[in-house]
């Protein structure tokens, strides 16, 4: 789970040579493979910084110690994991309704 602090960074997969940006994110946003994250699985996604970028990685493990320490960061987590699937379903129908010129 990454916190961006400065900087773009693109989230995205190949198909052969092809590469199919799936996100891009930017100061005070969070990047990571999610199913990756949560599953501790190799992720086929690829994430890579495309400008010069500062950022705040936070493993499962420091995670879920973190979680287990405080109820107020316990919550704090739920709060950004209920936001981030409201962005996810925000970013799915923009795939559907926008061109990818209008997305980005």
Same mark, same amino acid.
């Given at each position: 789970?990454?916190f961006?602090s400065k900087?773009?960074i693109r989230?995205?997969?190949k /198909? ?6 799936v996100?891009i994110s *930017?100061e005070?946003?969070?990047i990571?493979?999610? =199913?990756?994250?949560y599953?501790?699985t190799?992720?086929e996604?690829f994430?890579?910084?495309i400008?010069?970028? /500062? ?7 420091d995670?879920? *110690?973190l ?6 960061? =316990?919550?704090l987590g739920?709060?950004v ?6 962005l996810?379903?925000?970013?799915? /129908? ?5 061109s990818?010129r209008?997305?980005?």
């Open positions: 789970m990454n961006i900087g773009l989230k995205y997969y /198909t052969g040579e092809e590469e199919h940006i996100q *930017r005070g946003h969070l990571s493979a999610q =199913e990756s994250f599953t501790r190799p992720s996604y994430v890579e910084a400008e010069p970028s /500062t950022v705040i990685s936070l493993t499962f493990d995670m879920e *110690r979680f287990a320490s405080s109820h107020s960061f =316990e919550r739920r709060l994991t209920v936001h981030t699937m409201v996810k379903d925000k970013w799915q /129908t923009s795939l559907i309704m926008q990818p209008d997305r980005f």
